[in-house]
T-cell receptor
Framework: GQNIDQPTEMTATEGAIVQINCTYQ??????LFWYQQHAGEAPTFLSY????GLEEKGRFSSFLSRSKGYSYLLLKELQMKDSASYLC??????????FGSGTQLTVLP | KAGVTQTPRYLIKTRGQQVTLSCSPI?????VSWYQQTPGQGLQFLFE???????NKGNFPGRFSGRQFSNSRSEMNVSTLELGDSALYLC??????????????FGPGTRLTVL
């Protein structure tokens, strides 16, 4: 199978740093996507990792270890608007994305 | 550049009926994928179309079908609706379906409620 696991909920404080982890079975995926989804809205692209290592993009960074089947999304200088669901997705064949159940992040003032 | 559009945005149907949802991809995008999102199962892949051909299909019953037109617009159909089909149906478009990573752009979704 190609299960993707991530925590259901996380809470952090405005201005803090939070790391959202994602684990998956190592076979079957070309790389890992991270999407952000606010309630009632469409998912929006945050990052894609196909090589091991850290990709930094402003306040958001994403890390991938292919051998360990592990990825994380790092959010720095948290803002209230970062409260959303964060979806980890494996990139399989023919544009089929396999999504984790999503991590609901709540940022508190 | 206009984003992915989906119509209708909301739909209420009763068990046994059928429904057709529409998706217009971003101009120039030829690949359209459909996903079902429910609180219990999360986002699940339904199928993907490229150049009017279904390239990949997820693990859903045959009641779920789709098609793509020559202008890349896509429709999905669900026949003999069941209560469990209540969900947010999302369509996503990308430029091509070649191997390798490519960002998929999601539409706002169609919220289907089956009574």
């Amino acid at each position: 199978g190609q299960n993707i696991d991530q925590p259901t909920e996380m809470t952090a404080t405005e201005g803090a740093i939070v790391q959202i982890n994602c684990t998956y079975q190592t076979s079957g995926f070309n790389g890992l996507f991270w999407y952000q989804q606010h309630a009632g809205e469409a998912p929006t692209f945050l990052s894609y990792n196909v090589l091991d290592g850290l990709e930094e993009k402003g306040r958001f960074s994403s890390f991938l270890s292919r051998s360990k089947g592990y990825s994380y999304l790092l959010l720095k200088e948290l803002q209230m608007k970062d409260s959303a669901s964060y979806l980890c997705a494996g990139d399989g064949s023919a544009r089929q994305l396999t999504f984790g159940s999503g991590t609901q992040l709540t940022v508190l003032p | 550049k206009a984003g992915v559009t989906q119509t209708p945005r909301y739909l209420i149907k009763t068990r046994g009926q059928q429904v057709t949802l529409s998706c217009s991809p971003i101009s120039g995008h030829r690949s359209v994928s459909w996903y079902q999102q429910t609180p219990g199962q999360g986002l699940q892949f339904l199928f993907e179309y490229f150049s009017e051909t279904q390239r990949n299909k997820g693990n859903f019953p045959g009641r779920f079908s789709g098609r793509q037109f020559s202008n890349s617009r896509s429709e999905m159909n669900v026949s003999t609706l069941e209560l469990g089909d209540s969900a947010l149906y999302l369509c996503a478009s990308s430029y091509s379906s070649l191997a390798g990573a490519e960002e998929q752009f999601f539409g706002p979704g169609t919220r289907l409620t089956v009574l």
